[in-house]
C-alpha cells in the first residue's frame, strides 16, 4: 500500500510529465509528447488530460477519434472531447462532400467528351 507521501510524490511526478507533455505539444515535438503522455496513461489508464493530449499529438484522424472516444467512455461529460470530436465530425462531412462534388465533376467532364466524340463521329459518317 502506497504511503500519502509516495501519493503526492507521484501525483507530481505525473503533473510534471503533463507539463513537459503540454510543452512538446506546443513545440511540435509530437513524438516526445506522445511519451510523456503515454508514461503518465502507464501509471493512471482513466487520466483524462492525458488521453487529451494524445489526441492532440495523434498520428492520424482516427487515431485521435479512439483516444478522443475513449475520454469520453472515462467521463461522458467531458465537454472538450466532445468538442473535438464534432470538429472531426464536420471535416469527415466536408471531406465527404468534396468527394462527391469532385466525382460528380468528372463523371459530367466524362459525358460531355462522349457526347462529342458521338457527334464528331455522326459528323464524319
Same mark, same amino acid.
Given at each position: @500500500?502506497? !504511503?500519502?507521501?509516495?501519493?503526492? =510524490?507521484?501525483?507530481?511526478? %505525473?503533473?510534471? *510529465? @503533463?507539463?513537459?507533455?503540454?510543452?512538446? =505539444?506546443?513545440d511540435g515535438?509530437?513524438?516526445?509528447?506522445r511519451? /510523456? /503522455?503515454?508514461?503518465i496513461? !502507464?501509471? !493512471?489508464?482513466?487520466n483524462?488530460?492525458?488521453?487529451?493530449? @494524445?489526441?492532440? &499529438?495523434?498520428?492520424t #484522424?482516427?487515431?485521435? =477519434?479512439? /483516444?478522443l +472516444?475513449t475520454?469520453?467512455?472515462?467521463?461522458?461529460n467531458?465537454q472538450?472531447?466532445?468538442?473535438?470530436?464534432?470538429? %472531426?465530425? #464536420?471535416?469527415?462531412?466536408s471531406?465527404?462532400t468534396?468527394?462527391?462534388r469532385?466525382g +460528380? @465533376?468528372?463523371?459530367?467532364? &466524362?459525358?460531355?467528351?462522349?457526347?462529342v466524340?458521338?457527334l464528331?463521329? *455522326?459528323a464524319?459518317?
Amino acid at each position: @500500500m502506497m !504511503d500519502t507521501g509516495s501519493r503526492n =510524490a507521484n501525483t507530481l511526478n %505525473l503533473e510534471q *510529465l @503533463m507539463q513537459l507533455g503540454i510543452q512538446a =505539444a506546443r513545440d511540435g515535438n509530437k513524438p516526445s509528447a506522445r511519451i /510523456f /503522455f503515454q508514461q503518465i496513461l !502507464d501509471v !493512471d489508464t482513466q487520466n483524462e488530460r492525458a488521453w487529451l493530449g @494524445m489526441a492532440a &499529438v495523434a498520428e492520424t #484522424q482516427e487515431e485521435r =477519434a479512439r /483516444f478522443l +472516444f475513449t475520454v469520453l467512455q472515462i467521463n461522458p461529460n467531458n465537454q472538450q472531447a466532445q468538442r473535438e470530436l464534432q470538429k %472531426l465530425r #464536420q471535416k469527415q462531412e466536408s471531406s465527404n462532400t468534396q468527394v462527391i462534388r469532385y466525382g +460528380f @465533376m468528372v463523371l459530367a467532364v &466524362v459525358i460531355v467528351l462522349v457526347v462529342v466524340v458521338m457527334l464528331m463521329l *455522326l459528323a464524319v459518317g
